[in-house]
C-alpha cells in the first residue's frame, strides 16, 4: 500500500500532484482509474466486490473494453495503480476522491437510483481528517450536488474543509481508454477556486494539451451529461422516425441520411438509422432527466422525451415484423440466427440492449433463436439462459431459416455472402444497423431488409420456396 500523506489531523492543501482515489471500479471506475495511473498519478481504486478487486490487482480486467486490459498490465508494473477494499486507507491516502459508482433506474419508477452514491459520500465524508475533494462522475440528476455538499458538510468531522465538485463523464464504450486520455472537453462543476485548482492538477496533462474546459456551477456540471444524453438519443431516434415514413413511402433512408448529413447544421454522427440506442447510460438517463424535470415542474419543456423513448422501442417491433414476414409470416419453429447481443460493438454490455431485447421476442413467438456475440454470449446468457447461444458465426447460422444482424460487429460486415449463403437454409437476412452490402447479398441470391429501406415486391414468402439447401 502506499504511504500516507500527512497526519490526519491536518488540514494539508493538497499538492500540485495529487494522489486519487476511485470509488466503484466498474466499467467507468476502472477505466478512470487505469487511465490517471497512466497519465503518472498514484492511484488506489476501491469497491466492496472483493472479487472485483482480486481480479484488477491480478491484472484482469473483468469486463470487455478494447484497449483497457493491455493498459491495466502496463500500469501495474509501474507500482502507481493498487486497489483495495479497505476504504479507511483510502480516505488516509487520497487527496482527490472520484466517486464512479453506479446510478441505475430505480425498480419502481423512472428515477435514477442513488442509493450508491449517497451511500459513497456518506462514507467519504464519515471518515476524513484532512482536507480533500470529493468529486461526483456518476451521472446524477441536477440538485444532487447540492444534497450531497449539506450532507458531506453535516457528516465530516472536518466540515466545510472537505469540499465537493462535480465531473460529468463523457465515455463511449468501445472507446473509453482514448476518451478518458484524450477527452474532446472537460467540463468542472465546482464551488471554490480551490476545488477548481485541485481538478486542473488532476487533469493537467490534458489541459497542457489544449483540451476544452468548461468551469461552471454544480447544477450545470450534473446538467451536462443528462443533458448530452438526450441530446444524442433525439438524433437517434430522429432519423429512426424517417425510417417510419420511408417504409410508408418507399423511400431510402440511408440516402436520405447522407443528403442531410452533407447540411453542416446538421452533421453526420449519431443519424444512423438502426435498431436504435440502449446499454446502461442513454435509456436510463433519458427517462431519469423527464422523470426530474417533471419532479422541478417543468416536464412540458422536456415532454419530447418520451416520444423519443417510444421511437426507440417501436425500431425493436418493427425489425420482429420484417423477420416474420420473411419466414413467411409464422416464426412458429422457423430457426434464426441472432447476430449480436451487446448494445453496440466493442462491448460485451447487454444491459437494455436492442439486440438480446430482439432475439427474446422472437424466441417468445416460437422461433428457434440461436445468438452470437463475439464477447457478449456469457453476459447474454445470465441475462437469458433460455436462448440458446453458439460459439462461431458459423455454428448460429448454420440451418438458419432467417439471419438477423442486430449488432454490426466487424466480424459480421467482413462475412462472404456466399460463404454464409452455403451454410444457411434460406438465403434471408435483415439488417437491422445497417452494417451490410445490401448489394453484395443480394447478388448472392439473399432476400435482403433493413430498416426503412425499400424492398423489392416478393409476395408472401415460404421458407421451402426459397431454401438454397
Excluded at 66 to 84: D, H, I, Y
Excluded at 381 to 394: E, F, M
Aim: aromatic share 8%.
Amino acid at each position: 500500500m502506499f504511504t500516507t500523506r500527512s497526519p490526519e489531523t491536518e488540514l494539508d492543501p493538497i499538492a500540485e500532484h495529487p494522489r486519487i482515489t476511485v470509488l466503484g471500479v466498474g466499467y467507468l471506475g476502472a477505466t478512470h482509474a487505469v487511465c490517471m495511473a497512466a497519465l503518472g498519478f498514484e492511484v488506489l481504486g476501491v469497491d466492496v466486490d472483493q472479487q472485483k478487486i482480486q481480479e484488477l490487482s491480478s491484472g484482469r480486467v473483468p469486463f470487455f473494453e478494447p484497449g483497457l486490459q493491455e493498459k491495466l498490465s502496463e500500469v501495474l508494473r509501474t507500482g502507481r495503480l493498487a486497489f483495495t477494499t479497505d476504504l479507511d486507507a483510502a480516505v488516509r491516502f487520497g487527496d482527490v476522491h472520484f466517486i464512479c459508482v453506479g446510478t441505475p433506474q430505480s425498480i419502481d419508477s423512472d428515477a435514477a437510483d442513488l442509493t450508491f452514491v449517497e451511500r459513497a459520500f456518506e462514507a467519504l465524508a464519515s471518515r476524513a481528517r484532512r482536507k480533500a475533494l470529493l468529486v461526483g462522475k456518476s451521472t446524477v440528476p441536477i440538485g444532487t450536488a447540492e444534497r450531497l455538499t449539506a450532507m458531506v458538510n453535516t457528516r465530516s468531522p472536518i466540515g466545510e474543509a472537505l469540499e465537493l465538485a462535480w465531473n460529468p463523464e463523457f465515455l463511449r464504450e468501445g472507446f473509453a481508454v482514448d476518451d478518458t486520455l484524450h477527452p474532446d472537453r472537460l467540463v468542472f462543476g465546482v464551488a471554490s477556486g480551490w476545488a477548481e485548482r485541485q481538478l486542473r492538477a488532476v487533469y493537467a496533462p490534458m489541459l497542457r494539451r489544449g483540451t476544452p474546459l468548461v468551469v461552471a456551477d454544480l447544477a450545470t456540471a450534473e446538467l451536462v451529461k443528462v443533458a448530452a444524453n438526450s441530446f444524442l438519443a433525439t438524433k437517434i431516434s430522429y432519423i429512426n422516425a424517417m425510417a417510419e415514413v420511408c417504409e410508408a413511402t418507399g423511400a431510402d433512408v440511408d440516402r436520405l441520411a447522407e443528403a442531410l448529413s452533407h447540411d453542416e447544421r446538421i452533421g453526420g454522427k449519431f443519424l444512423k438509422p438502426g435498431l436504435g440506442f440502449g446499454g446502461g447510460c442513454l435509456p436510463k438517463d433519458l427517462r431519469a432527466f423527464a422523470h426530474r424535470a417533471e419532479e422541478l415542474g417543468v416536464g412540458r419543456a422536456v415532454a419530447f422525451l418520451h416520444e423519443i423513448d417510444d421511437i426507440n422501442t417501436r425500431r425493436r417491433f418493427r425489425f420482429v415484423d420484417l423477420v416474420r414476414d420473411l419466414a413467411g409470416g409464422d416464426l412458429h419453429g422457423a430457426r434464426v440466427a441472432a447476430l449480436g447481443a451487446a448494445f453496440k460493438p466493442n462491448s460485451d454490455d447487454v444491459r437494455d440492449a436492442p439486440a438480446l431485447d430482439v432475439a427474446r421476442m422472437l424466441a417468445l413467438e416460437g422461433a428457434d433463436v440461436v445468438v452470437y456475440d463475439p464477447e457478449a454470449n456469457e453476459n447474454a446468457h445470465r441475462t437469458y439462459p433460455d436462448l440458446d447461444y453458439a460459439g462461431s458465426l458459423a455454428e448460429a447460422v448454420t440451418k438458419a431459416d432467417v439471419v438477423a444482424l442486430l449488432t454490426e460487429w466487424d466480424e459480421f460486415g467482413r462475412a462472404d455472402p456466399n460463404e454464409l449463403g452455403a451454410l444457411v437454409n434460406a438465403r434471408r437476412i435483415v439488417d437491422g444497423r445497417h452494417a451490410l452490402d445490401a448489394d453484395a447479398y443480394r447478388e448472392a441470391g439473399w432476400i435482403f431488409r433493413a430498416l426503412g429501406q425499400p424492398t423489392e415486391p416478393v409476395g408472401m414468402i415460404t421458407r421451402e420456396a426459397q431454401a438454397v439447401n
